[in-house]
Nanobody, 126 residues
Framework: VQLQASGGGSVQAGGSLRLSCAVSGPTFSRYTMGWFRQDPGKEREFVAAITTYEQTGTYADSVKGRFTISRDNAKNMIYLQMNSLKVEDTSLYYC????????????????????WGQGTQVTVSS
């Protein structure tokens, strides 16, 4: 399974970005997919996840109501629509795949995901 994240960039506070993640894998529609972010010297932080069982995602409290995760199983893609961006959203964002289709509390844990993309930088300025 390979993941390729894209869509990062620089934006002013209050702006929007959409991250994309292309996934190669024979049974993508079954994967639990997640977005995480990480700052230098800090632990990786859960942002959002979407399972094969749900149409809506699970979100960190810090992004709830501003970010939306979605998937297109026909295209093997996931997206993270980020609105009302804040300076504190600045980070390196990673997409991740869990081929075991975990759900519940496990989607919050980075160790649930065996496959990771290379990261895409999001910078929000004031």
């Amino acid at each position: 399974v390979q993941l390729q994240a894209s869509g990062g960039g620089s934006v002013q506070a209050g702006g929007s970005l959409r991250l994309s993640c292309a996934v190669s894998g024979p049974t993508f529609s079954r994967y639990t997919m997640g977005w995480f972010r990480q700052d230098p010297g800090k632990e990786r932080e859960f942002v959002a996840a979407i399972t094969t069982y749900e149409q809506t995602g699970t979100y960190a409290d810090s992004v709830k109501g501003r970010f939306t995760i979605s998937r297109d199983n026909a295209k093997n893609m996931i997206y993270l629509q980020m609105n009302s961006l804040k300076v504190e959203d600045t980070s390196l964002y990673y997409c991740a795949a869990d081929v075991d289709a975990n759900y519940g509390y496990k989607v919050f844990r980075d160790y649930t995901y065996a496959y990771w993309g290379q990261g895409t930088q999001v910078t929000v300025s004031s």
